[in-house]
């Protein structure tokens, strides 16, 4: 996409010269609004169909926010889309959900706005034509207090706030085109009391200090997914240190804990060296880890500054190789998932697959976990993922009111799995060539399940399509390549009641947090951590 303006005629301009030539159209154009009302839009995912917005490609946002102190109240913001238009626009839909919106402007002009669903509708004076660069500005609030039985972007910290916007969570926070086919450049500038620091993602860019406040500025040199923006609001410290080739690496940890966490934080530059000896340089400008004080359930891979609750690192019954390999899972995904992302969420295995991939990978090399014994547990277990949850390119549908329910162990150990037969059958050099190749062709972009189909014959000299069609989008798991004494488990049937029974309420055990996405993942991972055969 393009992340800055071609060289263009001022829109005051574009309005006066364009007038006439709009004047028939705009006639029938009043005409059809006046018949169909502001409705929510969406780009057609098929696990989300009304997130993003067709008729522009987002170049930037600009995201102002202002802290009170309190993490109850919700924010004074500022959001600024820079974008162009990719159709003739009568009507700009926004994705937002959770605020206020007290102004809206389009090119410096006040715009009418309502709302539709979780769609902010915004109309301009003079519809936008096709090719036109255009800035819209929101001002809102953002509220950190989720709605009932809504997850909620912003993560309440014991001391501040943090950002969890993955799956569809980011137009809880602000306005946006809230799906990662559309990525853009961020800056992120937060004004918060004296006592407290913020950080966001990428380089800082600035600061500034006023009687009782400061405003930090932060500012992204590649491209990132709405999903993945993070912003950490805390009475914090920031680490420095230095990464291969001169990286810097910057870690968020609150200040009281700084001594004891020092240890684990100290692990990073190695962690990245070894994620590059398998697939490559690190793709962007700089890397850290934030450490939240709060209870979420999983842990993030929010771009250049993975999120992981505090208690991962001083909960004495984690052992400490299984704490090291999910560093490495949420490092991993900085290739994979944040570099390059999924074209849709059904591209979700490419993200979750590979990064299960890696960590299980680093805890053999590191830890002398065999990755051959998780894979043959994951093969056991595949049949019921499957039935459960779908093959791995083809998830359920999120379950009603548990969005993030998509993050299942068919994304995570099953699409590992996948990653594992793809490695049996083409070879351990061929496979090695093909994970270069993809990071390097894609990066700064989105990709599809399809892309790493084709890449993987290419690169193999074979036609896997038919390999590739058992293995993510079969009911039942295909034999497992050099391994035919593998065997899956028969999913076990729920019985079926001679009469229905009334409604009841789930179980506590049976549900996924509701501020937690990957959550569903999190009694794997448990079980991961606890298994003696890793």
Not at 44 to 73: C, E, I, Q
Not at 441 to 464: K, M, N, P, Q
Request: aromatic share 8%.
């Amino acid at each position: 996409m393009p992340l800055s303006p071609r060289p263009h005629t001022p829109r005051r301009a574009v309005r006066r010269r364009t007038a006439a030539a709009l004047l028939a159209s705009a006639v029938s154009v009043a005409l059809l609004a006046a018949s169909a009302p502001p409705a929510a839009l969406g780009i057609g995912d098929r696990l989300f169909p009304t997130l993003g917005n067709p008729g522009y490609d987002v170049a930037s946002y600009h995201l102002d926010f202002t802290y009170s102190g309190d993490n109850r109240k919700p924010l004074s913001a500022v959001t600024t889309i820079d974008a162009w238009t990719t159709a003739d626009l009568e009507r700009i839909n926004l994705d937002f959900a959770h605020g206020t919106v007290e102004s809206v402007e389009v090119d410096g002009e006040p715009a009418a706005f309502t709302s539709a669903g979780e769609d902010l509708v915004v109309t301009p004076d003079v519809p936008l034509i096709e090719g036109s660069w255009t800035r819209i500005t929101v001002r809102h609030t953002s509220d950190p207090v989720a709605a009932d039985g809504q997850d909620g972007g912003w993560v309440r910290t014991a001391d501040g706030l943090a950002m969890a916007n993955q799956a569809d969570a980011a137009h809880l926070v602000f306005p946006c085109n809230d799906h990662p086919s559309d990525k853009a450049m961020f800056t992120i500038e937060v004004t918060a009391p004296n006592d407290y620091t913020a950080v966001a993602n990428g380089l800082p860019a600035g600061r500034s200090r006023a009687a009782r406040t400061t405003t930090w500025t932060y500012r992204t040199r590649h491209p990132m997914a709405t999903e993945l923006a993070q912003v950490s609001i805390g009475r914090s410290s920031v680490l420095h240190r230095e990464g291969p080739n001169g990286l810097p690496v910057r870690d968020v940890v609150p200040a009281k804990d700084r001594e004891a966490l020092e240890p684990w934080l100290a692990k990073t530059p190695d962690q990245i060296a070894w994620m590059e000896s398998k697939v490559g340089a690190y793709p962007f400008e700089t890397y850290g880890v934030l450490m939240a004080q709060a209870t979420t359930g999983f842990e993030l891979e929010t771009q250049t500054l993975s999120l992981f609750e505090k208690d991962l690192f001083t909960e004495p019954g984690y052992p400490k190789w299984y704490v090291e390999s999910v560093m490495v899972h949420e490092l991993s995904h900085q290739w994979f998932g944040d570099s390059v992302s999924p074209r849709t969420w059904s591209d979700l295995w490419l993200n979750e697959g590979h990064a299960t991939w890696y960590e299980a990978l680093y805890a053999q090399e590191k830890a002398d976990r065999p990755m051959e014994t998780r894979m043959k547990a994951a093969y056991n277990a595949s049949d019921t993922w499957r039935s459960a949850g779908g093959p791995p390119a083809r998830p359920k549908a999120p379950a009603p009111g548990q969005k993030i329910s998509i993050f299942r162990p068919n994304v995570y150990d099953g699409a590992a799995l996948v990653l594992y037969a793809l490695r049996q059958e083409i070879g351990a050099e061929a496979f090695d060539r093909l994970e270069r190749s993809w990071v390097r062709l894609h990066r700064d972009g989105t990709a599809s399940t399809a892309d790493f189909v084709r890449l993987a014959s290419e690169i193999s000299g074979r036609d896997l399509d038919d390999f590739f069609q058992a293995w993510l989008y079969a009911e039942k798991t295909p034999p497992m390549p050099d391994h035919p004494d593998w065997k899956s488990a028969v999913p076990a049937k729920a019985p079926t009641p001679a009469k229905a029974p009334a409604p009841a309420k789930a179980p506590a055990s049976a549900k996924a947090p509701a501020s937690a996405p990957k959550a569903a993942a999190a009694s794997h991972k448990a079980a991961v951590a606890a298994s003696p055969a890793g």
